[in-house]
């Protein structure tokens, strides 16, 4: 992580840590940074979702780069996925998100995709962070005749549920799904997507008012979700978040689908027709140990990286892998799409269950999910750095991996994306991992208070 920019862009409280100044920086220092060695200035599309900040934070951000002479396409509120279709659609030269994911409304975030509609380069997030924190370079403003344009794109939304009906090899006529719009981005699109596919769909939580988006629903908050499509008879339930980037299941009998199960539903099938290149799939170190024993069964690869789905996207590109994800619901599919896409991603599944006949509980098999418990200790900025450098915290974490052994596997780390430290172990005794890892978070805390 760099000093502005975590593992998914920019983030932090709105009109505090996240500011109308500061993304007005950022937008001058991006625009700066997108023209360098250009003859002209960027057109850059700039999307948000459902939050009550998010208007202002684009309005400043467009500030910005209109201040320097980018040009600016407003989306509206879209998922993320859709600026870093659209970029290369309406051939701009690159594409900001304002969204926090799936984090509570208070917060807010700034994504970056380049003109190919992939994630900012770290050198570029580097240059944008020096010029935003140490004014070097400053950027010029521009003079009066050349301040930049803002346009409205009125298809986004069409133009996005357009190129995602077309990765879909059948329609959905006759199942019936649940769909769970965590009151942000997917509460624009999902209904006409799936509707238009042919699928009946219960749509839920997309109605959003600024301030509840991710609150008690969504890919974060399944319980709902599973009552829902039980009581209803549903063939399944699908749950995105705030930029609608994640997607989690419920099947037909209400047991939750993550990321690492969704991933090995379409592995299988991938590797049934022929489909998987490299016949290798990309995970992370948080991937369910589950996943590795089902592509050990199948005679599947399995590349585990760092967490944080750019991580993920940068090891398929280096090696042309194709199907790679994260246990918390982001997927992606490379033929489709150059970023994780939960709508994308629900597609894909139901297609697929379309194709076969068979019900996402049957396709779930695939794979057995071993014991998982995480828990996320509150932390500051001090605490994240004292977590790598204190050695009673090495201590702590070895002795924890002492006393799990052979059996299972503890990972401690700082999340990239808001200011926790998650504790995950897992193993075939779920009622001695979730003792390790609460004693262990519960050291843990101690140890990393004595920095405040």
Do not use: W
């Amino acid at each position: 992580m760099g000093r502005l920019f975590g593992t998914d862009g920019v983030r932090g409280i709105a009109n505090t840590e996240l500011t109308c100044e500061r993304a007005t920086q950022i937008g001058r220092a991006a625009a700066e940074v997108l023209s360098s060695g250009r003859r002209y200035l960027p057109t850059v599309l700039v999307g948000m979702d459902t939050r009550i900040s998010s208007e202002m934070l684009a309005a400043a951000l467009t500030a910005g780069l209109c201040s320097v002479g980018a040009d600016v396409i407003n989306l509206g509120v879209v998922p993320t996925p859709a600026v870093a279709y659209l970029v290369g659609k309406y051939k701009a030269h690159a594409g900001v998100m304002i969204s926090a994911s799936h984090n509570p409304y208070q917060y807010n975030g700034i994504k970056i995709f380049n003109e190919d509609g992939y994630k900012l380069e770290d050198e570029l997030e580097e240059r944008i962070e020096s010029i935003v924190l140490d004014q070097k370079p400053e950027p010029k403003l521009a003079i009066p005749e050349n301040i930049g344009r803002v346009s409205r794109a009125a298809n986004a939304v069409k133009d996005y549920i357009d190129h995602l009906k077309s990765t879909a090899l059948y329609s959905l006529d006759g199942m019936k799904i649940a769909l769970d719009c965590a009151n942000g981005s997917a509460s624009r699109t999902a209904k006409l997507l799936f509707e238009g596919l042919g699928a009946e769909c219960h749509i839920l939580n997309a109605e959003p008012n600024g301030t509840n988006i991710n609150a008690d629903c969504g890919s974060t908050h399944l319980e709902k979700l599973r009552e829902y499509t039980v009581a209803h008879s549903l063939d399944a339930g699908i749950a995105f978040d705030g930029d609608a980037d994640r997607c989690l299941c419920v099947d037909d009998k209400g047991i939750d689908v993550d990321g690492d199960m969704i991933m090995a539903i379409a592995a299988y099938d991938m590797k049934q027709r022929g489909k998987l290149n490299r016949n290798t799939v990309v995970g992370t170190i948080m991937t369910n140990f589950g996943f590795t024993k089902f592509c050990s069964d199948n005679d599947i690869r399995f590349v585990a990286t760092k967490v944080g789905d750019r991580y993920v996207l940068e090891e398929m590109l280096l090696e042309d892998y194709y199907l790679g994800g994260e246990q918390s619901g982001h997927v992606i599919f490379r033929d489709f799409s150059t970023t994780g896409d939960g709508q994308l991603t629900a597609v894909q599944l139901l297609s697929q269950l379309k194709r076969t006949g068979a019900k996402l509980s049957d396709a779930a098999c695939v794979m057995t999910r071993y014991p998982q418990f995480i828990v996320n200790i509150p932390c500051t900025a001090e605490e994240k750095v004292a977590f790598y450098t204190d050695y009673e915290v090495k201590s702590i974490l070895e002795a924890a991996k002492r006393e799990i052994g052979d059996s299972g596997r503890l990972i401690a780390r700082p999340s990239g994306t808001e200011p926790l430290i998650r504790v995950m172990a897992e193993g075939d005794d779920s009622e001695a991992i979730e003792r390790i890892a609460s004693e262990t978070a519960a050291k843990l805390k101690a140890q990393l208070e004595s920095y405040n």
